[in-house]
């Protein structure tokens, strides 16, 4: 049997506040449509709470607006960060998720970890909203032991960065720094994952990414 737990520190013991973790929210519109992104968390000094901080034209955003719960699937597998950028996840996301313990939003299937949570206050900011989310559960998945591997963590890295690209343009802000970052990353990747798996980790970043901000990456990469 699995461990369940209301307290973080019984199932996550060395999560700290001073950190934020990048996970998969799997979230649900009013209407039941299911959706899976990638996002990162911030826990609040007691644990018992953590900060979402979600762009407005999200689908997290509208959905977290609409049903007030969701959950925080925990993975350090790279490969659904990326999956969970694509355009397209609608594909294979309804294969890929089963009911949660509590709240009538599903979860990923095989992840490390899931937290079960509530919104119980939004902060407007000016391009984003602050959800302040209450953890209703939180238990074990299954257990992966896997050593570092530099690739993983610059795969994510890069998916991050990809992800602002749009956001940056939409704002007006500087994307200069991104793309650098992002070329640095890919070059890591390069050097420590299989030319198989790099070239269908970028194809697949690639095509998540608006027309915009696709032809100005693949500008930048000589791509
Ligand atoms: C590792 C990672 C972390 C991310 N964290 C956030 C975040 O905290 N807030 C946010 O609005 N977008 C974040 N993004 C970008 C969203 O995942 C991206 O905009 C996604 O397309 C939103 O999907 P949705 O429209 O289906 O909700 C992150 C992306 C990655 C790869």
Avoid: W
Wanted: proline share 4%.
């Amino acid at each position: 049997m699995k461990k369940i737990s209301k307290s973080i520190r019984d199932i996550l013991p060395t999560v700290s506040p001073d950190l934020i973790y990048e996970v998969i929210l799997t979230t649900k519109s009013r209407d039941g449509e299911i959706n899976a992104a990638p996002m990162g968390i911030k826990f609040l000094d007691n644990l018992s709470s953590f900060l979402l901080s979600v762009y407005k034209d999200t689908k997290t955003h509208s959905n977290l607006i609409e049903s007030g719960r969701g959950v925080v699937n925990v993975t350090r597998n790279p490969i659904l960060f990326i999956k969970y950028l694509a355009k397209d996840k609608e594909r294979y996301l309804h294969e890929e998720i089963e009911d949660a313990e509590i709240v009538d939003v599903p979860r990923l299937k095989n992840m490390e970890a899931y937290i079960e949570f509530n919104v119980e206050e939004v902060i407007d900011k000016i391009s984003r909203r602050d959800f302040i989310c209450k953890v209703v559960v939180v238990y074990e998945g299954v257990g992966i032991i896997e050593p570092y591997s530099r690739a993983v963590y610059a795969l994510v890295e890069c998916a991050v960065n990809m992800s602002r690209i749009e956001p940056y343009l939409d704002q007006g802000i500087s994307i200069e720094r991104l793309l650098k970052s992002i070329s640095y990353s890919i070059d890591i990747v390069k050097k420590t994952a299989s030319g198989k798996i790099f070239e269908e980790y970028l194809k697949t970043l690639l095509s998540s990414l608006p027309e915009r901000s696709s032809s100005l990456l693949k500008e930048y990469l000589s791509l």
